[in-house]
């Protein structure tokens, strides 16, 4: 009998795998549980991976740069906290052993054909052939079952532009911020930096941003109101409503302002469709999950992981705005309908004559867009249960009718000078109460009037203005901006401004790029111009879909990217110190800013106007001391755990600053750095 290993990309699939396929048994090995069924063709063992089982690492010695030659190897060699990873390694090659063929059921995409492929052929090397391929979008029995009877053989194509992709991800990533630390290092310091052929593009757009913030001087600007009992309206004035100088806006004010009466001079009434929205992609949720619930990118990304994982969504990591009959509208509606809190809403989307939904214009070959599978839920948290009930009501949503609304513009002359008063309403629902609560939108009625009606008007109001600096980006609308741009994969967007906040290149949300992360950019501005250009990633982008074609070689694409940045780096080495000099200022500046916190007030009480608290790391510990020590010695204690970092902000308690705590596992928060003030009786 032929025995087959079919390979999950985590326990939990793995098990979902097992109770799709038929009755099985379970043979715990090495701690793993391994899951066998056996049919009258084969036997099949059902092995879980951990995700990436296998890393690249340099196979030579040594810490210089450039380096391209590398290797797969397990990923628990080369990283003490991936430790856990070596018993599902050494069950996996147990397995393997035993195996005549193989099936890599781990997620349909770039990523999942890596870590199955990876673990075949560094642990069996078999031929092609005897490796197939699940492909599916949800983890739902059925879909299992039904990848299961229509395997595909080996992926090639996706899998040879996973490995390209994270061969030039080292390439670039690894070299260049070994030349950056390379040369700080030239210079007696010491500070981990980094960048990469998307977290460098991605980081230029944020300080193109901050530059122009920076540079950004504003401009006076007048508009007066009219102020009516129930409304109000403004001068209609040139193009834009400003009036840019201000002796005329005061004429223009004097002339008005002692008018009690207005008329209605015109209507205008504009009946319009408010359209559906479209299905969800990854971005998509991110930017909603964001604008709905303040949940971060990489927060929203893990949530849909975890309700994949749970059978209650579709595939999350998805480019697809297309939701396809193919997935059954009848049979999720009909399985959401038994959800109490959905029975309603399922109801009257099954009552249309047809069933079909709006489609946004991208598409991603490998899954659709993400859809509820209409399995019940039990055992979320707070926040799974918010982003579930997002994409539910999403999902219906996108079958319902155009929302009709009504924008209403109410013209009213004084003195030969018109003010506009503007209203908005919607007239019929439809989609809008299929997202409720979702559903952002303005509604604003005026008092029902016709041209001619005479009003009195309250006063008038010349408001003096200034315009504002360019919006900064916040995490999810910069995660949009790289889906738009193309810049990485929507695996990865999340992930890259974490790794920027982590390097304390931008911080804070909306983002603000930190002098460190504009240094970084002036320095690869000088030095890499290349790494910065999206074009560069772009061209990657093309060359992974190439290979995923057959019409390009991994072997090609990998040799090319190889010569150009050799070509880089030997620039940038010949410069070294210089650059590292450069980079010192500021990594120095940035590090005493970061840990600056505020006036000491004993020093104040004192008559000592120059103290200053500050953050003190000394012998593997932190606390905070006063700059004039030993003159003063008050100190207060920091949190054991936890990234302790500066604010801007005092205490409205007792004025002494406030420190944020970063906790990666647990919630962060702010408190005041004394220990006795009164803000923490509650603690």
Known sequence: METTVMIGEKPKVASKLANAL??????????????????????IIIAPAVGHIFNLEQISEGWDYPVFDVEWRPIFETSDSSDYVKKYYNNLRDQIEKADTYINACDFDLEGSVIGANIIKHMADPDEERIERMKFSTLTQSDLQEAFDNLEGFDKGMTDAGITRHTLDFYYGVNVSRALMQAVRENNRYKTLSTGRV???????????????????????????????????????????RIWDED??????????DEGRTEVTDIDINNYSHNPPIPFNLTGLQSEASSQFNISPKKTQSIAQTLYENSLISYPRTESQKLPPKIGYKDILGKLKSQDSYEDLAKKVMKKDSLSTTQGKKKDDAHPAIYPTGEHPSGLSKQERKVYDLIVKRFFAVFGKAAKRRSLTMTLTVEDYDFQAKSKITVERNWFDLYDPYVKVSEAALPELEVGDILDVEGFDLEDKETQPPQRYSQSRIVNKLEKENLGTKATRASTIDR????????????????????????????????????LTREFEEKMESIRQGEETSEGVIEKAREDLDKMLGKFKDQEKEIGAELVN?????????????????????????GMLRIIKSKGSSFVGCSNYPDCENTYPLPNTGKVNSTDQECSTCGKPVIYVERKKKKSYSMCVDPDCPSKDDW
């Open 199 to 241: 977290q460098g593009p991605t980081l230029k757009i944020l300080a193109d941003k901050e530059r122009e913030i920076r540079a950004f001087e504003p401009d006076d600007y007048w508009e007066i109101f009219l102020k009516h009992s129930e409304f109000d309206a403004k001068l209609s004035y040139g193009s834009d409503d």
């Open 586 to 610: 500021t990594i120095d500046d940035e590090r005493k800013r970061r840990r600056k916190l505020g006036p000491c007030h004993e020093c104040e009480e004192q008559g000592r106007e120059d």
């Open 500 to 535: 920027l906040y982590n390097r304390n290149y931008i911080e804070g949300d909306p983002i603000n790029v930190t002098d460190l992360g504009l240094a970084i950019v002036d320095t690869l501005e000088d030095h890499i111009p290349d790494l910065l250009s999206p074009d």
């Open 248 to 257: 005329e806006a005061n004429g223009i004010f004097l002339t008005v302002k």
């Open 22 to 43: 038929g009755n099985y048994s379970t043979k715990t090995n090495r701690g793993v549980k391994n899951y066998v069924i056996e049919t009258d063709e084969r036997r």
